[in-house]
């Protein structure tokens, strides 16, 4: 398990190889699930890297140097880590060229263009690179044509559908795996969320190898939500205005960071998906029609997440269009009740 991270010993080994061969590349991008550890490879990547004592090779930073001791303080001159404000939907062109009055005098491309601090290399995070805008990546494109000497780019985002093609076709591509679902339960209890194996193990089971998603999970407030949120979704009439709200709330409640929210949402649509897939099982073949748009409605709301569209105006289409499904479905069907799901 390199530098105690869970389930990405493959790619460490490849990075140790690379370094041996002398072919380190000057832009990476990470992609996989969220909540897998990136973020956290790509610290202790930098790390490694900055450290003055230990070989680049050795992935395996000293922790006594005066880079170690910097980096562990979080104010390393030779590290930038920049990531999606809380009131953006896309990465700002500030964050990479600095604002009108100092362009290409502040930002993260001025400053990963400077000389490193302690002579050997600048590194530079940019999380959340599924939401580089068209503006904001084109301001990256001179770095990552003409890359610095001795600078290393890592981006992390999900997938590489997602990104942009000036951004993907020059970038390395380093696929990180979902973690294996018995490490996401130990991890649950190591870190205390979660006391009970059996729930630890349900809740890793449901997390698709993410420990954030299992976290959210595992928030007893989000099960009693469920089940008012199945509750209205099983009503003959769906009252937009009231779900909508109820969903925000519960988006809300994940935290302050828009990845957490946009995960919050992502799992209450999963369980409208769940709802509505049993509901296609058990209905009469004249009301398939609606079952099937209301599935439809969510797969639409999923789209839109991952397009980075604004979570709020989500939740309000997404809520709209059930209630009118529903509405129009009155009279047709008669909508089952579940009470297992």
């Known amino acids: 398990m390199w530098q105690g991270i869970y389930g990405h010993d493959e790619i460490a080994e490849r990075f140790r190889q690379t370094l041996r061969a002398g072919r380190l590349a000057s832009t990476y991008l990470f992609v996989g699930p969220p909540g897998i550890g990136k973020r956290r490879f790509a610290l202790e990547l930098a790390h490694a890297l900055l450290c003055t004592n230990a070989s680049e090779a050795s992935l395996t930073p000293c922790g006594d140097c005066e880079s170690c001791r910097l980096f562990a303080g979080g104010n390393h001159p030779d590290l930038d880590v920049v990531g999606l404000p809380a009131d953006k939907a896309t990465l700002p062109i500030e964050l990479f060229i600095g604002d009108r009055e100092h362009r290409n005098q502040e930002g993260l491309c001025h400053r990963l263009g400077m000389r490193p601090f302690f002579g050997r290399r600048k590194v530079a995070i940019v999380d959340d690179a ?111 205005v009231r779900l909508a709200r109820s969903v925000q709330s519960c988006t809300d409640d994940a935290g302050k960071e828009a990845a957490q929210r946009r995960e919050r949402l992502r799992i209450i649509i999963g369980f409208a998906l769940d709802f509505y897939r049993g509901t296609l099982r058990e209905m009469p073949e004249s009301g398939m029609l609606a079952a099937v748009s209301e599935l439809d409605a969510c797969l639409l709301a999923l789209e839109q997440i991952d397009r980075n569209a604004n979570v709020g105006l989500v939740i309000q289409n997404w809520c709209e269009s059930l209630s009118q499904i529903a509405y129009l479905g009155t009279g047709a069907i008669q909508r089952l009740a579940h009470p297992n799901y």
């Open 130 to 240: 599924d939401h580089f805008g068209i503006a904001s990546a084109n301001c990256l494109l001179k770095t990552l044509e003409e890359p610095p000497p001795s600078a290393l780019l890592i981006l992390i985002g999900t997938s590489p559908s997602r990104q942009l093609p000036t951004i993907r076709s020059r970038s390395q591509v380093m696929r990180f795996q979902p973690l294996e679902t018995e490490t996401v339960a130990n991890l649950l209890i190591a870190t205390g969320i979660v006391s009970d194996p059996a729930f630890a193990a349900q809740m890793a089971g449901l997390s698709d190898g993410s420990l954030e998603r299992a976290k959210q999970l595992a928030d007893p407030e989000l099960w009693k939500f469920r089940e008012h949120f199945l509750a209205a979704l099983r009503a003959a009439r769906v009252d937009s």
